[in-house]
């Protein structure tokens, strides 16, 4: 899972963000600052507690920092998602007012915690896997991740 210290070549900022699960085991957010308000809805309703959702965006990210335009786009029902080397765009689908502009480098911030608290959630163990049971959910996600795209995650060895 990796520690909550920044990644190596990252910004330390300060995206006063606070994620908790409710009686239903789903993700919650709490914002500080209301101008991250639609980045915590997109989070908890798009990406939501599918592992590979955050892999794909932790990717796009990745892509975008580094210089490189995102393998494809952001596919959603509920958020039109824009990644460029310098702002992450979120247009909710669902609310026409809702619209968020996000420096890559808060994003980017924003997701390595979203993905750590994805890691610690507790185990739905009543639901049976076919890929790899054997591994912790998130761990049978990123393998299937790199198998479907046939690479490792840009991430790997760095946040997982």
């Given at each position: ?26 993700p919650l957010y709490e914002v500080a600052d209301q101008r991250y308000e639609t980045l915590g ?30 393998a494809e786009e952001w596919s959603s029902d509920k958020f039109e998602v824009g990644f460029t ?35 610690t959630m507790p185990e739905r163990t009543h639901l049976i896997r076919e890929y790899h049971p ?27």
């Amino acid at each position: 899972m990796g520690s909550t210290a920044p990644l190596p070549g990252t910004a330390v900022l300060s995206v006063d963000i606070a994620f908790s699960l409710d009686g239903f085991r789903l993700p919650l957010y709490e914002v500080a600052d209301q101008r991250y308000e639609t980045l915590g809805v997109w989070l908890i309703s798009d990406i939501s507690i599918y592992f590979r959702a955050c892999l794909d965006a932790l990717e796009m990210v990745d892509d975008v920092s580094n210089g490189r335009r995102p393998a494809e786009e952001w596919s959603s029902d509920k958020f039109e998602v824009g990644f460029t080397p310098e702002r992450v765009s979120l247009q909710n689908l669902w609310l026409e007012g809702q619209h968020g502009e996000y420096a890559v480098p808060e994003v980017r911030e924003v997701l390595e915690r979203y993905w750590r608290f994805l890691v610690t959630m507790p185990e739905r163990t009543h639901l049976i896997r076919e890929y790899h049971p054997d591994l912790p959910q998130w761990q049978a996600d990123l393998l299937l991740w790199e198998e479907t795209w046939k690479r490792p995650h840009p991430y790997r060895g760095r946040l997982f």
